[in-house]
Each structure stands twice: as structure tokens, then as C-alpha cells.
T-cell receptor
């Protein structure tokens, strides 16, 4: 049983550097979501994909952030010119996402913890 | 403007007793509600969900109740076990398969 996989688990970098995270969703899940979680808060939505199409981006996703899902399978989230406020846990989730499945829960990976020095 | 609110940051319950976690929402467009459990250094794990056409859903020791008129849902865990100690998040969406809106979580401690 392969769940959602995220890499790396931890990333420490200096302010101003670029970072890229990868997410591999559950096989055959069409929808892939990115969330960010900071201390004492619940996960906050960043962006999501239906196959390779990016359907929605949150206001939280500044122009320094970009996400891709080029072949409709794995996804990458890149942060350019990192700032201290970017320190957070970045979570990826996936769900079947097609109408015939009805409401389906999202299943989360274990996240990538980003620390900006 | 928090659309999903969990007003109790923490809850302590004795092993074997009932744990009741509460959640309120403000957006009347929400029609799918979920509870997730989260251990430190892990991602949220899906527990149980309920659609707005129901008022109760049960899965083993976990039951979720939905009161649409009050915009309130609750998670009951009976009996509570030490392994249930974790942070519990309430989440909602407006048509399933769309981005979730989460509460801030309630830390449950089950004391042996």
C-alpha cells in the first residue's frame, strides 16, 4: 500500500536560496493538493491540480512560489528567494478527484519541513 | 476570518471514557466535513468524514455528528485509548474533492 510520498523530509537553507520539494501522490489519484502548516495552525491551502492542470492558487501563493505537475503524476513546489516567513511544514495530499467517486477524503504525505536560517 | 473553528486547544480524558471534540463552521456552502488525526512529525491521517445529507456517521470507536442548523460538528471517541493522544483537525470543503479548510486543531491527551 503506497501512500503519498514527499521528498525531502527536512530542508534547511539560507535566506535567499531557492528550494524545490517533490510529491508523489497515491497511484491513480487525479487530484493533488499543496498545503502549508505553521506552528499552532491547521494546514492552509496553497494550490491544487486535476491531472496536469493547475485549477486554483491561494492568495498565500506569492509570485516566489511555483508548482507544476507536468505529466499528471508527481508534482514539484519551488520557492525562489526564500524568506524567513517561508519556514513551515509543506504538506501534499491526493484524492481520486473524479465525479464518479463522490466525496472522497484527501490523503496526506508526511510533509517537508523547511527551515530558513 | 476563520471559517472553521476549533475553540478548545486541548482536552484531557481518562482512558476508557468518551472524548468529545467540537468544531464550528461559518460557511453555509460547506457540505463535506472530515476529521484528521496528526502525530508529531507525521502528516494528517484521515479518520472519518460526513456529507451534509447525513447527521451521523460511525466507524468503530469513532462517530461524527453534524448539526447543520447550528453549523456544528463533533467527533466522539469511545472508549478513548492512550494511542488516541494526538492533535485532531476538523476540515471542510464546499463540494468534496476541492481544497479543504482546516481548524487550528485540538490536542487530545488520553490519560491511562
Amino acid at each position: 500500500d503506497t501512500g503519498v510520498s514527499q521528498d525531502p523530509r527536512h530542508k534547511i537553507t539560507k535566506r535567499g536560496q531557492n528550494v524545490t520539494f517533490r510529491c508523489d501522490p497515491i497511484s491513480e489519484h487525479n487530484r493533488l493538493y499543496w498545503y502549508r502548516q505553521t506552528l499552532g495552525q491547521g494546514p492552509e491551502f496553497l494550490t491544487y491540480f486535476q491531472n496536469e492542470a493547475q485549477l486554483e492558487k491561494s492568495r498565500l501563493l506569492s509570485d516566489r512560489f511555483s508548482a507544476e505537475r507536468p505529466k499528471g503524476s508527481f508534482s514539484t513546489l519551488e520557492i525562489q528567494r526564500t524568506e524567513q516567513g517561508d519556514s513551515a511544514m509543506y504538506l501534499c495530499a491526493s484524492s481520486p478527484g473524479t465525479v464518479r467517486w463522490g466525496n472522497q477524503p484527501q490523503h496526506f504525505g508526511d510533509g517537508t519541513r523547511l527551515s530558513i536560517l | 476570518d476563520q471559517q472553521v473553528k476549533q475553540n478548545s486547544p486541548s482536552l484531557s480524558v481518562q482512558e476508557g471514557r468518551i472524548s468529545i471534540l467540537n468544531c464550528d463552521y461559518t460557511n453555509s456552502m460547506f457540505d463535506y466535513f472530515l476529521w484528521y488525526k496528526k502525530y508529531p512529525a507525521e502528516g494528517p491521517t484521515f479518520l472519518i468524514s460526513i456529507s451534509s445529507i447525513k447527521d451521523k456517521n460511525e466507524d468503530g470507536r469513532f462517530t461524527v455528528f453534524l448539526n447543520k442548523s447550528a453549523k456544528h460538528l463533533s467527533l466522539h471517541i469511545v472508549p478513548s485509548q492512550p494511542g488516541d493522544s494526538a492533535v485532531y483537525f476538523c476540515a471542510a470543503s464546499d463540494s468534496g474533492n476541492t481544497p479543504l479548510v482546516f481548524g487550528k486543531g485540538t490536542r487530545l491527551s488520553v490519560i491511562a
